[in-house]
């Protein structure tokens, strides 16, 4: 089945640090979308993505949807203790009309060290 | 963002039980419920779809005779785990979509622990 790999699995980083991550995927996707999950709770999505190398930033989030639509990057800047969680990228993949399934990454643990 | 609301948070059931969990928007009408199911330090794992008013879609390996869903309006899905056993036991998140939007929207999910 498809398969969305995120690097890298885990990350522990000091408090103020810039963050980087990205998702890649073998086959071509239209739409990315980003999304964090904390402990206990599902995701909630953070950013969206639409067209292949478009920019999109939402505070100290950007993300960027690659040119090969492979591939997609989020960075956060500034890293502050409540950037803890699991993020996970997501591209959805249309079956038939009106018909989509969204599949997950793998994805990045990020914590944060005081 | 749109709400999704999703209950109970957790539950707790002895073995051989029924455990039903339910999920609502609260804003707006899903037209597509979907049902995922995460192990702890894994990713969501995509068990079904559902389109209100008409059957379920289950992926690959999961039995649609032990996860039973029903989506009988625009604004609520439900997911029963039948004689459920300790395996069952997981953390259990819906999601909606509203009709032409790509963007999914999680409720809080519910951790099932089955003894």
């Known amino acids: 089945g498809q398969q969305l790999n995120q690097s890298p699995q885990s990350m522990f980083i000091q408090e103020g640090e810039d963050v980087s991550m990205n998702c890649t995927s073998s086959?071509?996707?239209?739409?990315w979308l980003w999304y964090k999950q904390e402990p206990g709770e599902g995701p909630v999505l953070l950013i969206a993505?639409?067209?292949?190398?478009e920019l999109t930033s939402n505070g100290r989030l950007t993300a960027q949807f690659g040119i090969t639509r492979k591939d997609s990057f989020l960075n956060i800047s500034a890293s502050i203790p409540s950037d803890v969680g699991i993020y996970f990228c997501?591209?959805?993949?249309?079956?038939?009309?009106?018909?989509?399934?969204?599949?997950f990454g793998t994805g990045t643990r990020l914590t944060i060290i005081p | 963002g749109a709400v999704v609301s999703q209950h109970p948070s957790w539950v707790i059931c002895k073995s051989g039980t029924s455990v039903k969990i339910e999920c609502r928007s609260l804003?707006?009408?899903?037209?597509?419920m979907f049902w995922y199911r995460q192990f702890p330090k894994q990713s969501l794992m995509l068990m079904a779809t559902?389109?209100?008013?008409?059957?379920?879609?289950?992926e690959q390996g999961v039995e649609k005779d032990k996860f039973l869903i029903n989506h009988a309006s625009l604004t609520l899905s439900t997911l029963t785990v039948t004689s459920a056993h300790p395996e069952d036991s997981s953390f259990y998140i819906c999601?909606?979509?509203?009709?032409?939007?790509?963007?999914?929207?999680f409720g809080s999910g519910t951790q099932l622990s089955v003894l």
């Open positions: 086959s071509i996707f239209n739409t």
């Open positions: 804003d707006f009408q899903a037209t597509t």
């Open positions: 993505l639409y067209k292949a190398g």
């Open positions: 997501a591209g959805p993949k249309t079956l038939n009309f009106g018909n989509e399934k969204l599949t």
């Open positions: 999601s909606a979509r509203g009709l032409g939007d790509e963007k999914l929207f």
């Open positions: 559902s389109n209100e008013g008409s059957k379920a879609t289950y």
